[in-house]
């Protein structure tokens, strides 16, 4: 940080017993993040039913555009919220029921007792589609919901037993959104909006179309859903959405209460997922929430119902400080001592030969991280995960290991004996590799 910013800091530090209101103290420290390019985002806190605090800090990554508190910004898996809630709207239209099984919409459906219910609650038992479809389609061609529904019904895979636990999969959203265009007949975007944007006056808000990236990512992708993660939102819309479970606006008051349940498991025990959301009601005070991640980006809504406060957070490119800024803003809303986040120690990056580059390019199934896509650029290194459409530089730290700037992960294409790639995982984790297709 530059002086003025330490000097700025120790006066909020040695004021802070004064009369100094949390709300100016907390976009100052906020300025101070902002500075030392820790935070691109928005940053919205409701108390009582009321934004009380509504602030926007940072650039767009890779231009010189300030953020504003109207820009739209992604918020990755926030958009199951709103899967979830087109699901309850179609069911009060009375055009499904939560405990149908997706074999009734979908004939071709080869999993039976799979019901709706459990695929908004994460327990279907369904894995990751993505590693089934890697090997069995053209993956140079685009796949909507409705394309990939009819292609793990006709490539069947095991599954596990219907509402046994809890498995977050993306797959399950797909379905959704699959089934929200089935029983609403009209593409999910359209319901979505109909149902949703509109009556709550979102007008920024929206869904990413992922067939419209391929000119900037070579086209090397083939899944390309709605309804599990391309929402574009900001803090204001993702508010007034989150407010509309206060009342009969959006859904019934059974489907809210439904929303913010705790999911019961076949053994009797309980899931602390809802419907889309997290139930955290054992604990004072009690919270819902819901958050989306992506490369470098980080989103949340949390909800306090006890006295109808909110908090959310949209990180546009500094999600991997997105835990340091979260503490700063919740202790001092809260009026509790904080620390601030620094930033990440820079590596050296290695004189590395490019030509290697030419060795690494391809994609590579992950249990963890699903289907990697690993290209080069301009002579640099880029990752993306399927089906996301940014795309990360990848700096080297020697021959076969990379880092992302400003975040600690780090990276490694693994060798066979004959110096071979044959995989592509965490540094010195060759359990998490996943096999270059």
Excluded at 39 to 46: D, K, M, T
Excluded at 100 to 115: H, M, S
Excluded at 259 to 287: H, Q, R
Aim: proline fraction near 5%; glycine fraction near 6%.
């Amino acid at each position: 940080m530059r002086l003025f910013t330490y000097l700025l800091f120790f006066c909020l530090l040695t004021h802070s017993s004064f009369s100094q209101h949390w709300k100016q103290k907390l976009d100052s420290v906020l300025t101070i993040i902002e500075k030392d390019e820790l935070f691109h985002g928005q940053i919205l806190i409701a108390e009582h039913g009321n934004i009380v605090f509504h602030k926007s800090y940072g650039t767009l990554p890779g231009q010189d555009v300030p953020i504003t508190t109207s820009t739209s910004l992604a918020v990755k898996s926030i958009t199951k919220a709103f899967t979830a809630a087109a699901i309850l709207k179609l069911e009060q239209e009375g055009k499904l029921v939560l405990s149908d099984t997706v074999k009734k919409y979908f004939p071709e459906w080869p999993y039976e007792g799979i019901t709706i219910k459990q695929l908004l609650a994460m327990t279907s038992g369904l894995p990751s589609f993505i590693e089934k479809a890697v090997n069995v389609v053209d993956t140079t061609k685009f796949l909507n919901n409705a394309a990939i529904v009819k292609l793990v019904s006709e490539n069947i895979f095991p599954v596990e037993a219907p509402g046994a636990h809890y498995n977050y999969q993306n797959s399950n959203y797909i379905v959704l959104a699959a089934l929200v265009e089935k029983v609403s007949g009209m593409p999910y975007e359209a319901y979505a909006t109909k149902a949703i944007f509109e009556p709550l006056d979102l007008k920024h808000t929206y869904f990413e179309d992922l067939t419209q990236i391929s000119d900037t990512i070579n086209g090397d992708t083939f899944f390309a859903p709605s309804g599990d993660g391309n929402l574009y939102s900001t803090a204001e819309d993702l508010y007034r959405f989150e407010q509309a479970f206060y009342s009969n606006t959006l859904l019934s008051e059974e489907n809210r209460k439904a929303t913010f349940s705790k999911t019961l498991l076949k053994d009797g025990s309980l899931s602390n997922y809802g419907l889309a959301w997290w139930v955290v009601d054992d604990a004072a005070p009690k919270e819902y929430y819901i958050v989306g991640d992506g490369p470098n980006k980080r989103a949340s809504i949390q909800r306090y119902p006890e006295n109808h406060s909110t908090l959310i957070y949209i990180h546009n490119f500094s999600g991997s400080y997105w835990k340091g800024v979260y503490w700063v803003v919740r202790n001092i809303w809260f009026g509790n001592d904080f620390t601030m986040p620094t930033k990440k120690e820079e590596l050296t990056p290695y004189a590395i030969d490019t030509k290697l580059y030419t060795h690494y390019v391809g994609s590579y199934l992950t249990k963890s991280f699903g289907l990697l896509h690993i290209s080069v650029e301009n002579g640099t290194l880029y990752l993306r995960p399927d089906p996301i459409p940014g795309k990360e530089a990848l700096i080297p730290s020697s021959a076969t290991t990379f880092y992302f700037k400003d975040q600690s992960v780090q990276w490694e294409f693994f060798l066979d004996e004959e110096g071979n790639v044959k995989g592509f995982g965490l540094k010195g984790k060759p359990e998490s590799m996943g096999e270059k297709q």
